[in-house]
């Protein structure tokens, strides 16, 4: 585990309230969630991230596309790639958008501003305050990444079950600025009916913790729209997180 950040979270908050909604519907949005200078901060520090596409392969592991990857390939293959996603999106799970690998790249530079975040999201004080909403089973550690779904980009219907990591809830803290509802890339939870129970639209400095398996989908961002859809996203987990 690292050093405490000096991200602070909103001294103001209450956990309590947010811990009630979530016993009860094992979804909470906590607005206003850091420190408002904290998350400007943190906003200017993503809007300068150099991002790597990920997309599913066909056994539904993640592959990173970094310019490395696309000089060595060609345009054209990767181009090819992506095709194939779109191809799985319309018969089960994909997805595509810009990510940025919060815990592997801190193991190989952990002085880039941007670790600040990292260390914030590997910190007891975020891992407590999680612990404090969800309540149930000790927080271990948690697992991030750094988001930016672009004009096009999506991530189909899932419930975030996973092989090997024992998550807990599932997490984003949005940086979205003035996004329109008719942008899409909402957040949208689905009943066993295909109905969409709720959805929230892409905001600023909130936190949104929800229970794992869950399922839930992020609708695709419209072709014209004209803001970056950027968060913090991971999972909550009981053992201890790998960080290297």
């Known amino acids: 585990m690292t050093t405490p950040s000096l991200i602070r979270i909103n001294p103001a908050l209450d956990p309590a309230p947010f811990a009630a909604v979530y016993e009860r519907d094992g979804v909470v949005q906590i607005p206003v969630f850091l420190d408002p200078v904290d998350a400007e901060g943190i906003a200017g520090i993503m809007a300068g991230l150099t991002w790597n596409v990920v997309a599913p392969d066909e056994t539904s592991e993640t592959l990173v596309i970094s310019s490395q990857v696309i000089q060595k390939?060609?345009?054209?293959?990767?181009?090819?790639?992506?095709?194939?996603?779109?191809?799985?999106?319309?018969?089960?799970?994909?997805?595509?958008?810009?990510?940025?690998?919060?815990?592997?790249?801190?193991?190989?530079?952990?002085?880039?501003?941007?670790?600040?975040?990292?260390?914030?999201?590997?910190s007891r004080t975020f891992l407590d305050f999680g612990q404090t909403v969800i309540g149930g089973d000790p927080v271990g550690g948690v697992r991030a990444q750094a988001s930016n779904y672009r004009p096009g980009d999506f991530l189909t219907l899932h419930d975030d079950s996973h092989k090997s990591d024992d998550r807990l809830a599932a997490f984003t803290l949005g940086f979205t600025r003035d996004w329109r509802p008719d942008w899409g890339g909402q957040l949208l939870f689905h009943d066993t009916d295909g109905q969409i129970e709720r959805g929230f639209k892409p905001g600023f400095n909130v936190l949104t913790l929800f229970r794992v398996p869950r399922a839930h989908s992020v609708a695709p961002v419209a072709s014209y729209a004209a803001a970056k859809r950027l968060s913090l996203t991971g999972w909550l987990v009981r053992e201890a997180a790998r960080t290297t």
Request: charged share 20%; net charge positive; no cysteine.
């Open 73 to 122: 390939f060609g345009e054209a293959q990767v181009r090819q790639f992506l095709q194939g996603a779109l191809k799985r999106a319309s018969k089960g799970f994909s997805f595509v958008h810009l990510s940025y690998a919060l815990q592997d790249e801190y193991g190989r530079d952990p002085t880039a501003p941007i670790h600040r975040a990292t260390e914030f999201l590997q």
